[in-house]
């Protein structure tokens, strides 16, 4: 069975599991879209207040808002394995189990879970968008599209590297580290807003270190038509989040590393 | 007299021990405040430098925002854990044999909880933006002192109304858990409600105006815009003193409907397990 199909039919098996409590399912799933929303209210109230930060307008501000968090809701969903790896599997040794597999430790992790209840902060995301794009009163042409959905894709990667490389550290320090919570939740906290609303460090951080301005600022400035805002020459902004996807990478050859010494805690 | 409030004495000075072992989520804790924190103020700075009046000065804002990542535990963001894993397991009716009234037992342990990790993470965050932030040039986002003695004082005197008004809110949301028999749904409600009727998510003043009187009447208000806005003399006088009130009202209120509560509750206790 090759990979794909393999991945296929570990899905399969999550969803039918999360299905055999649909009224847990729909109750959690709202209630995720509750505790983000949160996030949105502050946005409105903001805006309610200032109408406007450094010249950025709320509907501009809600498509930024809504990429990152659909982009986050689908990392979230993917990673589950990776994200409670520590407690579950160095802590208890049931890693080993997982090495004597013939097969990849990432395939078998991303497996363990499809977490279907991040559908509502993948709806809540959405709404977000369609909010921002409906009030930007643009002709959204398909070049656009393709820009953004370009960005989702290359922000999902680069979530999804960030929750590998919180795993990864899990081989030194056994139990997860919340730290990690700053790049993931906070990322979308910092990346909801345009990078140049931010101290020029903070803005470094975000494109040289982690480079969430690549996978949402710069693209989704772009499809807004604000490319004059980032500096940038404009055939470049739809390419970035390229960034995302070599970060993926980059934490995949460190997770390598890190499973090369890892040694078990189990008895 | 002593010898009536021993046992709850016991229960807190117990609690409070353990509570202070989690060292490592704390200083995990703490890095994520600081980056919260920052992300916050850099975003509210970008939207004041654009702004002609606003009800709150930025200063004051920046205040704020410190004060309340550093309060940020002493909310009753969910339902004590040991609590929830009692209702579950129906020890709960153990807690129901001691010779104790139930609600001030719950109540100092509440009380136990607001004390003691808020302690370790305000610390450390307090002299971060407060003395490390000036040291390191970076006076204007750093948490200035108290606007004067007497906000001081009255600050002192409403953070200890918060952890009276927190254990409140926290021991009637443990009596829905007992009646519900979960904790998910208190939970999965009161996160976002506390978040935003706190003032944590975005200062209450700077909410819309035509919200402000509501705002300022309901209960969360005194979880902690009360005292921050004391701190930054943005409440001054008459005003501060009838927050004050206000907070010691709510206090009174919810301790109250909450010994009604569970009152009720207890007499139809269903203790699960087996």
């Known amino acids: ?267 | 007299m002593t010898t009536a409030i021993r046992p709850y004495q016991a229960v807190f000075r117990a609690r409070f021990n353990l509570l202070l072992q989690y060292r490592a989520a704390a200083l995990a804790g703490f890095g994520t405040q600081c980056w919260w924190g920052a992300i916050k103020i850099m975003v509210l700075a970008a939207f004041f430098r654009g702004a002609g009046s606003t009800p709150m000065t930025l200063k004051q804002a920046i205040d704020y925002i410190w004060l309340a990542q550093a309060l940020l535990t002493l909310l009753p963001w969910s339902v004590d854990p040991d609590v929830a894993r009692m209702v579950r397991s129906g020890d709960v009716g153990y807690d129901r044999l001691r010779p104790l009234d139930t609600y001030g037992f719950w109540y100092a342990r509440a009380v136990a909880r607001r004390t003691a990790t808020p302690l370790l993470r305000a610390i450390p965050m307090v002299l971060t933006a407060g003395v490390v932030l000036p040291v390191l040039g970076a006076s204007d986002w750093a948490l200035s002192p108290p606007a004067g003695w007497n906000a001081a004082l009255l600050f002192t005197v409403s953070l200890v109304l918060v952890v009276a008004l927190a254990a409140a809110v926290a021991t009637l949301m443990e009596i829905i858990t007992v009646a519900a028999l979960s904790e998910r749904g208190v939970n999965m409600i009161m996160g976002g409600v506390i978040i935003v009727f706190s003032g944590n998510l975005v200062p209450l003043p700077l909410l819309p105006d035509w919200l402000q009187p509501f705002l300022q009447l309901q209960p969360l208000a005194g979880l902690l815009d009360t005292p921050l806005r004391i701190y930054s003399a943005h409440l001054v006088g008459a005003a501060a003193v009838t927050a004050l009130v206000r907070q010691v009202l709510w206090v009174l209120v919810l301790v109250g409907i909450g010994r009604v509560a569970m009152a009720r509750v207890m007499a139809r206790l269903q203790a699960q397990g087996g």
Not at chain 1, 37 to 65: S, T
Not at chain 1, 121 to 147: C, E, K, P, Y
Not at chain 1, 188 to 216: H, K, M, S
Request: aromatic share 16%.
């Open chain 1, 1 to 267: 069975m090759n990979a794909l199909r393999l991945y296929g039919r570990y899905v399969a098996v999550s969803w039918r599991a999360q299905m055999q409590y649909p009224g847990a399912f729909i109750a959690t799933s709202i209630g995720a879209f509750g505790a983000t929303v949160v996030d949105f209210i502050a946005i409105w109230a903001l805006f309610a207040r200032f109408r406007q930060i450094e010249g950025w307008r709320f509907h501009e501000i809600a498509l930024f808002y809504g990429v990152v968090s659909v982009a986050f809701a689908v990392a979230d969903a993917l990673t589950r394995g990776f994200d409670i790896f520590g407690p579950q599997f160095v802590k208890t040794g049931d890693f080993d189990r997982l090495l004597v597999r013939p097969r990849s430790t990432v395939l078998q992790l991303m497996g363990y879970e499809l977490r279907a209840t991040r559908i509502g902060r993948l709806a809540q995301g959405m709404i977000a968008w369609g909010v921002g794009m409906h009030f930007s009163g643009i002709d959204w042409t398909w070049n656009a599209w393709a820009t953004l959905l370009f960005a989702v894709a290359g922000g999902a990667a680069l979530f999804c590297g960030i929750l590998v490389l919180q795993a990864t550290l899990a081989f030194w320090t056994v139990e997860s580290l919340e730290i990690a919570n700053t790049l993931t939740y906070g990322g979308v906290e910092a990346a909801q807003y345009p990078l140049d609303v931010y101290a020029r460090w903070f803005r470094n951080f975000l494109i040289f270190v982690v480079p969430l301005g690549c996978v949402t600022y710069f693209p989704v400035a772009a499809a807004l038509g604000r490319a004059d805002r980032t500096g940038l020459p404009e055939w470049l902004l739809p390419l970035t989040p390229v960034f995302g996807f070599l970060f993926l990478a980059v934490a995949l050859r460190v997770w390598r590393f890190g499973v090369r010494r890892y040694t078990s805690t189990g008895s």
